[in-house]
């Protein structure tokens, strides 16, 4: 298939939905801020839009900056709630926005190229579909990065759209349709998981490592006693061996945001990563600042000499670098400790979350579509994490959450994408192309009957 992939780096949400395609598909991913897709205004448009979104996710120090930076990011990120109406689909302010930015000559590079190569767009961001449907391209995929979507994603007048959608949950396809797009441009996919860990060689291997991770979750058996059947049913014997240390990997935000909870944290685990019973990836990602306050923090809880052993620190000014290296580190990882941003689908993967506080109302959603299916438990009060951490570990709280994970989330999200794109491309647009993986019934639908 003639296929262009463009992303946008705001975060890591949108650039991490976007590499799994990109490699099961083995086609380049290019950003729409650069060259060859942007000129010198489409840059300076795109980053406007980039700097905005990385003060509403990273405000700074100051508590009331960061308390009116987080009330503008509910505005800009508002979702109405699910039930209130079923036509959702009247523009709201940062539809407009976006709506008056094409008009003044955002993405006009980006048109340009799909004109000149005659191919088809997939974006994991809601921009460059918008200025690809304002252009009246006619081939626009869009992967959606959220457990549940803003109108922004849809454009001005959604029942003229010609972007399909690719959906990571029920959720996103029945508020897509809330916002007035059409049923036969929408697929349940569930969410890109990185293509290494998901293809096909890679399933065994999946659930191996669930295995060994419910064992070192469940210290005292008392998850394995009650569920022992089912569990290996699915998973085959367990390991005997938890003596294995448990690996928690801790990771902030792409824009640094929450990266002082370390500072709370160490402190804490001190004597658990002295004698090896915790081992701790420290996520800094492609943020060199963040990188420097987790080794000030380590040493100031004198474990600089853990460094490399117990503690690991994962920076890389490369995003495509430092993805290939977090993506290595999650089959030995037992808890992954973030906020509920786009890593909520990386439970998928058999991966208990600890959820910190949400940054925007999509993180909201996102955190409560993971307690939902029991794959993720909130953060409690730090100065009591020895005593609501333990307890997890020994009432196997933990371990079922890492099956839940592994049983309710989707895994299969990539190759979803992928053969679903094959249909959508080969049949030039055919409704029976959608291959749905379930039916998915709009908001006022009952018993299968639409009002």
Request: some cysteine; charged content about 25%; aromatic content about 8%.
């Amino acid at each position: 298939m003639h296929l262009d992939i463009i992303s946008l780096e705001m975060g890591y949400g949108h650039l991490r939905a976007a590499y799994p395609i990109a490699d099961a598909l083995g086609c380049p991913l290019y950003l729409a801020d650069e060259p060859p897709i942007a000129n010198e205004k489409d840059s300076w448009l795109w980053q406007l839009i980039r700097r905005g979104h990385s003060f509403l996710s990273r405000p700074g120090e100051s508590d009331w900056l960061v308390r009116q930076a987080n009330a503008l990011m509910d505005l800009v990120t508002i979702i109405p709630p699910m039930h209130e109406k079923v036509d959702q689909s009247k523009p709201d302010f940062a539809t407009k926005f976006i709506a008056q930015l094409i008009k003044r000559g955002l993405g006009r590079g980006l048109v340009e190229y799909l004109r000149a190569r005659k191919s088809a767009l997939l974006t994991t961001i809601y921009a460059p579909a918008l200025v690809a449907n304002a252009a009246d391209i006619e081939r626009i995929y869009c992967v959606v990065t959220d457990a549940d979507v803003q109108r922004v994603w849809v454009p001005y007048e959604p029942k003229l759209s010609r972007i399909h959608y690719f959906a990571p949950s029920t959720r996103v396809a029945r508020r897509l349709q809330a916002y007035g797009v059409r049923e036969d441009h929408i697929t349940l996919t569930g969410f890109p998981l990185p293509h290494e860990l998901t293809d096909k060689p890679a399933l065994e291997v999946l659930r191996a490592n669930v295995a060994r991770r419910i064992v070192r979750l469940d210290p005292e058996a008392t998850f394995r006693r009650l569920h022992a059947p089912m569990v290996t049913r699915l998973l085959g014997d367990l390991p005997e061996d938890s003596s294995e240390p448990l690996v928690l990997t801790f990771a902030v935000g792409g824009a640094g945001a929450q990266a002082g909870l370390v500072d709370e944290l160490l402190p804490r685990l001190k004597d658990r990563l002295r004698d090896e019973r915790i081992h701790l990836n420290l996520i800094a990602g492609t943020r060199a600042e963040v990188a420097q306050r987790f080794a000030q923090a380590v040493e100031s809880s004198r474990l600089t000499s853990r460094l490399g052993k117990s503690i690991n620190i994962l920076y890389e000014p490369s995003f495509a670098k430092y993805y290939r290296q977090f993506n290595a580190l999650l089959p030995s990882t037992d808890i992954l400790w973030t906020k509920p941003s786009e890593l909520s689908f990386y439970a998928g993967l058999g991966l208990p979350l600890v959820l910190s506080q949400p940054v925007g109302t999509h993180e909201r959603y996102n955190r409560r579509w993971l307690r939902e299916r029991g794959a993720a438990l909130k953060q409690r009060r730090m100065e009591y994490f020895p005593g609501w951490f333990d307890e997890w570990l020994v009432d196997g709280t933990l371990a079922a959450a890492a099956w839940s994970a592994f049983t309710r989330i989707p895994s299969d999200g990539t190759s979803n994408i992928v053969r679903a794109l094959s249909n959508l491309e080969n049949s030039k647009g055919d409704v029976d192309a959608n291959d749905q993986l379930a039916p998915v019934w709009p908001i006022g639908a009952v018993g299968g009957q639409k009002r």
